[in-house]
């Protein structure tokens, strides 16, 4: 049975940083990403990876302050988001697929990952 658990959440002043965790277990994955969603908007997507290929995308909102990583060893993906920002607040959701994004476009699609985590809160005060 697959599961994917985050965390690393919680409250951080505006400028900090935090690293997110995503622990997989059930099955090792190529492609896998974070989402987020803020109280009252819909999820969006916010960086993912496809580790055959060493493609990572990123989010306009978070470029150049996000880092998508993996610990193979430890089966766990990480987001690293400095220079936070009270607009990151949300809750970030890891998520996995069992196909690899044939466009750049689709690594964005939340429809395309069969797998998703509860969720870890990231909160950022200004």
């Known amino acids: 049975q697959v599961q994917l658990v985050e965390s690393g959440g919680g409250l951080v002043q505006a400028g900090g940083s935090l690293r997110l965790s995503c622990a997989a277990s059930?099955?090792?994955?190529?492609?896998m990403g974070w989402f987020r969603q803020a109280p009252g908007k819909v999820r969006e997507f916010v960086s993912a990876?496809?580790?055959?290929?060493?493609?990572?995308v990123y989010s306009e909102s978070v470029s150049g302050r996000a880092t998508i990583s993996r610990d193979s060893g430890k089966n766990t993906v990480l987001l690293q988001m400095n220079s936070l920002k009270p607009e990151d607040t949300a809750v970030y959701y890891c998520?996995?697929?069992?196909?690899?994004?044939?466009?750049?476009?689709?690594?964005?699609?939340?429809?395309?990952?069969?797998?998703w985590g509860q969720g870890t809160q990231v909160t950022v005060s200004p």
């Open positions: 990876k496809d580790w055959s290929t060493s493609k990572a």
């Open positions: 059930g099955r090792t994955f190529d492609v």
């Open positions: 998520a996995a697929r069992l196909t690899r994004p044939l466009t750049t476009d689709l690594f964005a699609d939340g429809s395309g990952y069969e797998y």
